[in-house]
């Protein structure tokens, strides 16, 4: 009995800085639904405990030793609850993707043209779905500039920026070449990465199938045969403002979105100059026109994340809260490998983005086979349809998802348990919404002193 009571103790005080600790950092972050209901749960077992230590009232050690119980069985539940597993699988031989397949190369193209006539001869399957979309304005445009023109206008600057870069993504390979070990050229790689402030990276062989097989999107000519013999991929990524994703689906996003994307291009360029610089052919992929080379399968590949419901990598940091850069190149380098948290599991269950994604674009259902890949399956037309309705890139699925809270003790500590255990990933599911809201509020982020 007295084991029991020390038990019942221990679990009322872990419970109490639980709560104390959930409080503090939903004031901090301004969560009032959090801030709130964490409050309540405070109070409640704080004044339970209290008046266990100062009045003990009848049957007093009788609750202790019941919470004790309930402590050692919870405790044991999560301790020899199945790891989670699941992991992205390639069933099947994946072939090489047309670019100009890519809803963004399809609505590059501009009505009248040959090469708009000669792609919808060729893919007739796509042209009442795009001719619908056509109707809405474009992102970006003036339609969408009036409602807010001048957050609408920071974020076409940036993508304005992006074009600036696309001359500095390939160039001249120095003569001579630097030699040095793959293990010591990956560690520098790396170390160069994060002095340029990516918040991930990794490096991957650079497999075909994740080539484009001709382009869709400039500096090269439309149409042209893509080759890329290239050994390896260096992938990384750039973290998101939370804040900034918290007012999906309103400009403030496509900003953010933009930033990220200057700041990718800007890493890519100095890193392919540099790599080039000591010898060995590189180059970068950029947005902006300019990818040859899929990076959310590769990103995948270089243990950057897992492959998510919302259709892109989830990383173990910041979620889906990340912008990718990649440079391929012949440079030695060792290749890292794919990692598993819990992801394939959590994502099963938990379907946060889907409801709440405002097109309706991300499946519920199982997953199915999408060029070899088992994975759940995006709806790209109906997502991009919303995107032209309001303006922005949306990014409600990266705001719900609860991988996406902020990098803190408290939000740190439940992604490690869910990356160990499948009952805590159900209950990680039922307290994001039970405190955060099946559908959390949308935020305001101010970018200017108004």
Not at 144 to 173: Q, T, W, Y
Not at 240 to 258: L, R
Not at 264 to 276: D, H, M
Not at 292 to 309: F, H, N, S
């Amino acid at each position: 009995m007295k084991i029991l009571t020390i038990c019942g103790h221990i679990a009322l005080i872990n419970l109490i800085i639980f709560f104390s600790l959930f409080f503090l950092t939903s004031a901090v972050e301004r969560e009032k639904r959090a801030l709130f209901r964490s409050f309540f749960c405070l109070s409640v077992i704080l004044s339970l405990y209290i008046s266990i230590l100062l009045l003990r009232f009848f049957y007093a050690n009788q609750l202790l030793a019941l919470v004790g119980i309930l402590f050692i069985f919870s405790l044991l539940f999560l301790l020899f609850s199945p790891s989670p597993t699941r992991q992205t699988k390639i069933i099947s031989e994946q072939k090489k993707i047309d670019e100009r397949d890519v809803i963004f190369s399809r609505f590059d193209l501009r009505e009248g043209t040959p090469s708009f006539k000669n792609y919808y001869s060729r893919r007739p399957e796509f042209k009442n779905v795009d001719a619908d979309i056509r109707r809405y304005p474009d992102i970006l445009s003036p339609e969408h500039m009036k409602r807010n023109p001048l957050l609408f206008s920071l974020a076409a600057a940036e993508f304005e920026i992006l074009e600036h870069f696309l001359p500095h993504v390939d160039g001249d390979v120095f003569h001579e070449k630097k030699v040095d070990s793959a293990q010591k050229n990956t560690v520098r790689i790396k170390h160069m990465l994060g002095y340029f402030s990516s918040a991930l990276n990794g490096v991957c062989s650079l497999e075909q199938a994740y080539v484009y097989s001709y382009v869709g999107r400039g500096p090269e000519a439309y149409g042209k045969k893509i080759i890329n013999t290239h050994n390896y991929a260096v992938i990384f990524a750039v973290e998101m403002d939370f804040n900034m994703i918290a007012c999906a689906p309103q400009p403030q996003v496509i900003i953010e979105t933009g930033r990220r994307y200057v700041e990718a291009a800007k890493i890519s360029v100095i890193l392919a100059e540099y790599i080039r610089s000591l010898g060995y052919s590189a180059r970068a992929h950029i947005a902006g026109s300019n990818y040859q080379t899929m990076l959310v399968p590769l990103a995948w590949k270089a243990g950057l994340g897992e492959l998510g419901r919302l259709g892109i990598i989830i990383s173990k940091k910041y979620g889906p809260r990340i912008r990718l850069g990649c440079v391929t190149t012949d440079l030695p380098l060792v290749p890292d490998g794919p990692v598993i948290f819990g992801v394939q599991d959590f994502c099963r269950i938990c379907k946060k983005c889907a409801m709440n994604c405002p097109a309706q674009a991300i499946s519920q259902n199982e997953k199915k086979d999408e060029n070899g890949v088992l994975k759940w399956t995006l709806n790209r037309e109906e997502c991009y349809k919303f995107w032209r309705k309001t303006g922005t890139d949306c990014g409600m699925c990266l705001y719900v998802c609860p991988y996406s809270k902020p990098r803190n003790l408290f939000h740190d500590s439940i992604r490690a348990v869910t990356a160990n255990s499948r009952l805590a990933q159900r209950l990680v599911v039922w307290g994001d919404d039970l405190f955060y809201g099946r559908s959390p509020i949308q935020k305001n982020t101010s970018i200017s002193p108004e």
